[in-house]
């Protein structure tokens, strides 16, 4: 008998110490849209095109615009903060519960530069995924030899939202966010597509550059072209056909950092001709129905309005279905 109270204590602890930390990574962790992407992502339906890249790519690509022109059914699962890696990652958990035929990568020449940071968003992605290999080889590239708070308080990173927790609680216990209901994300500035696109609505908000990241070409991770490669042979084995896109931003940002970007159209069209792969940078494609000018966007670094978008996704789609 004292021996069994002698196992029994730690238990009884191990038990307290998980469910405070699952306690807290409730109350930390900030709302996502990837939560609702995942959710729809694992549902069953079979999606024949995936978009994955940045937020641009969520605010730009409207997949119900889309598949009007190519036919298909399509998922927007673009994120801000998702770099290559999170996005081979995605593409890998879509082959494993669906059948793609295509992918397309929204490629931002700044998150080819970028580290990525280690703060709130860092593992945003990974713990929406479902217990699987995929999700353990995810971790395993993201997590393994990072600092150990990272995987035993996965609350470490977003500890900062634990000095006013309340209204995030009860918020995440509300109907519309336990449920998945896209009702959720409305508000005066955006609403959420069921799949994946986030209309940004026209407001009077000061439009900044406050997070535009220019593309440098010595400064290029090694890392992430690692992971390019391993997307497109992902997709080759798997009989998936692989596009890369880049949206527009304002032609104000293009002309005050012309020199950069044209290094970057260059370097990019050329890396994705030796791929194999082709390469559409709609900064340099002619669109007469696409206003490029600042009015069509939300900011100088390049996230659409929605009615911009609707424009740039039939553009897309027509580009997709060979039209």
């Known amino acids: 008998m004292h021996n069994f109270k002698k196992l029994v204590s730690p238990v009884i602890l191990m038990i307290i ?7 807290l990574c409730f109350a930390a962790k900030p709302y996502s849209f990837f939560r609702f992407d995942m959710h729809n992502l694992e549902n069953g339906e ?18 119900e615009v889309v598949d009007q ?23 890998k958990e879509a082959i494993r519960v669906g059948h793609p035929k295509r992918v397309v990568y929204e490629l931002d020449p700044g998150y080819w530069v970028a580290e990525k940071s280690k703060g709130a968003e860092y593992r945003e992605m990974y713990d929406e995924f ?39 609680i009860r918020t995440k216990l509300g ?6 209901d896209d009702s959720f994300w409305n508000s005066d500035v955006q609403n959420y597509g069921g799949k994946g696109h986030v209309s940004i609505h026209r407001t009077d908000a ?11 070409r010595q400064e290029i991770l090694p890392e992430v072209k690692e992971y390019f490669e ?3 042979k992902l997709c080759e084995e798997n009989n998936i056909e692989l596009v890369v896109i ?44 696409l206003d490029k000018s600042l009015n069509g966007f939300s900011d100088y670094e390049g996230h659409m309005y929605e009615d911009e978008a609707e424009r740039f996704s039939a553009e897309l789609g027509k580009m997709l279905a060979g039209k």
């Open 17 to 23: 110490i998980i469910c405070v930390n699952e306690m």
């Open 46 to 63: 079979e999606y024949t095109d995936i978009f994955v890249g940045t937020s641009h790519g969520k605010a730009a690509i409207a997949p």
């Open 130 to 168: 479902p217990k699987s290999l995929v999700k353990a080889e995810y971790y395993h590239q993201l997590l393994w030899g990072q600092d150990w708070r990272m995987t035993i308080f996965p609350w470490y990173l977003c500890r900062t939202g634990l000095k006013n927790p309340f209204e995030r």
């Open 69 to 91: 022109y190519t036919g298909g059914n399509s998922i927007n699962m673009c994120l801000g903060g998702e770099y290559l890696s999170d996005s081979y990652f995605i593409v």
């Open 206 to 216: 000061v439009k900044t550059e406050d997070n535009l990241k220019l593309w440098d």
């Open 175 to 180: 109907e519309a966010y336990k449920n998945f």
């Open 246 to 289: 880049t949206t527009p931003i304002p032609q104000e940002t293009m002309e005050k950092y012309q020199d950069n970007f044209e290094e970057a159209n260059a370097y990019f069209a050329e890396y994705m001709a030796k791929q194999g792969i082709p390469y559409y940078n709609y900064n340099y494609i002619d669109t007469e129905s």
């Open 230 to 232: 391993k997307l497109k």
